[in-house]
């Protein structure tokens, strides 16, 4: 095996992780991934077929476990907080070793437990912007004519993060290494919070609450980016808004997808972390506290 070639765990292999896993496979990596027995018989059996204008319908062998057996140069945690905590327990930190863990998640409070788990110096929370779907275990579409990463890690070695960003970059997704992590994740928390209560509250795609829903995005907006002002984020609501009224009007969020299927929301991550972060910063946000309790109470 070549110098430049890399094992990397995949934990998760849906939307995000099974993308990711068929890219980082076709480029020549050692790819492992993590999940439940059936979806691992499957992966090792059918491997990865990724349907994609970006990057073409291909298919990538990969191996497949339920557990991580061995160390690895980098595991990619691509799970939803909803399964997040059952899920780790397929990455003991003693298996890891030296390896880089790399969290796709939502939220912004997420590293700071990862770190408590594992060694903080191999945690590297990253953001992507894509939207990828598994239709069926092992087939993912990828819907986006982008596909775009944010690497971060504030307790992380840069030269470690510039690799693992090269490697990606290299596979396909355009990858960048920032410096600030507050930064990189409250200006994923500023789209994504209003964006995901909106679209999933009102059952609306994005281009209908954008237009009949206006004035309590504008708000939303508004508050996300007071409360990551005070985190040490970034605030634009002007950008936000322009980068809403950017995207196709048929646009929904995970989480909104989500609801429709019945599944688990990633409230608490996304809604809740807001508001526990708004509280700490003593930052008003009347609209997100009144539809996450309504999203509550739907969901209960």
């Keep these: 095996m070549a110098n430049d070639e890399l094992t990397v765990a995949v934990l998760g292999p849906g939307g995000i992780g099974g993308l990711l896993a068929g890219l980082l496979a076709r480029a020549g ?67 890891l070793g030296d390896g880089l863990l790399v969290p796709f998640l939502n939220g912004v409070e997420h590293p700071a437990s990862l770190r408590a788990r594992y060694r903080p110096e191999l945690v590297a929370p990253a953001v992507i912007r894509v939207e990828s779907t598994r239709v069926a275990p092992g087939v993912i579409e990828h819907g986006s004519p982008f596909a775009e990463i944010d690497l971060t890690g504030d307790t992380v070695d840069r030269a470690r993060l510039d690799a693992q960003a ?26 994504l919070a209003p964006f ?19 004035e309590e995005l504008t708000a939303l907006v ?21 980068r809403y009224d950017a995207f196709p009007p048929q646009t929904r969020s995970s989480m909104q997808r989500d609801a429709e299927a019945g599944r688990a929301l990633e409230l608490d991550a996304v809604g809740g972390a807001l508001l526990r972060a708004a509280e700490r910063h003593g930052v008003p946000v009347p609209v997100a506290s009144r ?10």
Excluded: N
Excluded at 291 to 300: D, F, I, M, N, T
């Design 291 to 300: 539809l996450v309790r309504e999203l509550a109470g739907a969901g209960s």
């Design 29 to 95: 990596h050692r790819v492992i991934c993590l999940a439940g027995e059936d979806t691992a018989d499957t992966l090792r059996s059918s491997g990865i077929r990724v349907r994609s204008g970006l990057y073409g319908d291909f298919t990538a062998r990969v191996e497949a476990d339920t557990v991580l057996r061995a160390p690895v140069d980098a595991c990619l945690v691509a799970v939803k907080h909803t399964v997040l905590d059952a899920a780790l327990d397929r990455v003991p930190p003693g298996t």
């Design 166 to 191: 090269r490697v990606l970059s290299e596979a396909g997704p355009v990858t960048r290494v920032l410096d600030d992590e507050t930064a990189a994740l409250w200006a994923k928390m500023s789209f």
């Design 222 to 242: 508004e508050e996300t980016a007071e409360v990551s002002r005070a985190c040490g984020g970034p605030a634009d609501p002007a950008q936000a808004l322009a």
């Design 196 to 214: 995901a209560l909106l679209t999933t509250r009102y059952r609306l795609p994005l281009g209908e609450v954008r237009t009949r829903r206006r």
